[in-house]
């Protein structure tokens, strides 16, 4: 009997020996398969608790790309726009607290060539007696707002021309919207002129520009062909 025993515990311990072997041998193939996958960037298997910081990551990274999306679109559609040295901004309205004044060299015609514009001017420089020019410039950035040219004519009348782009308004130019309450067509270009105290007063648009005059010649035919002079 004791025999017998001993023959069946040596078949049980050489099974158990066989299985522990097996084991082994499968634990390390297996081993090798997770570092093959981590290897190649995979992940084999996720735990509920990585599963929920992948979701946590996808959540935050289409929040942050809506953000930045949305502030690139205000910015680009209700922004500042810079235009090559003269500044166009969208619905502005800048008083004595917002620019500066520097008086300048550089006539209107010079500024035209120095900065690519095509701004319209009085071609009196080679005769006049007179010519003062002046930038308005914003305090915080010094970008240029508005050009002032004052300019002396053939017949001696003083002219005083304002050019801004067609969404800045400055508060010394109200005097305008005050003045000008008449309205005419002159080269097909809706102009509005007025007089008052002594001077004559237009303003027009031109090529997203705005342009502002007064002379101290308060005629009706003369202030509409200077802006016909102007506009040719």
Do not use: P
Not at 11 to 30: F, H, T, V
Not at 69 to 96: E, H, P, S
Not at 173 to 200: M, P, Q
């Amino acid at each position: 009997m004791s025999k017998e025993r001993d023959f069946h515990r040596l078949i049980e311990n050489q099974n158990r020996e066989k299985k522990d072997a097996m084991w082994k041998k499968l634990e390390s193939r297996l081993e090798d398969e997770i570092d093959n996958v981590e290897s190649c960037g995979e992940v084999l298997v996720l735990s509920k608790n990585r599963n929920l910081s992948y979701v946590k990551y996808i959540a935050i990274s289409c929040v942050v790309a809506l953000f930045l999306g949305l502030t690139v679109f205000l910015i680009v559609n209700f922004g500042f726009k810079k235009d090559d040295g003269f500044i166009g901004n969208a619905n502005r309205y800048c008083t004595v607290n917002d620019y500066y004044e520097i008086e300048t060299l550089t006539t209107v015609k010079q500024y035209n060539i120095e900065n690519g514009k095509n701004f319209l001017f009085f071609d009196f420089y080679d005769f006049t007696e007179y010519v003062s020019d002046t930038q308005f410039k914003l305090n915080e950035t010094d970008e240029v707002i508005c050009l002032h040219e004052e300019i002396v004519a053939a017949g001696g009348a003083i002219i005083s021309l304002y050019i801004t782009d067609n969404r800045t308004e400055l508060d010394i130019l109200d005097k305008f919207s005050t003045s000008c309450i008449n309205n005419d067509v002159v080269s097909s270009i809706d102009v509005s002129w007025g007089s008052k105290f002594g001077l004559a007063y237009a303003k027009f648009e031109y090529g997203n520009y705005n342009y502002y005059f007064s002379v101290d010649v308060v005629e009706q035919d003369y202030i509409l062909q200077l802006v016909e002079l102007l506009l040719n």
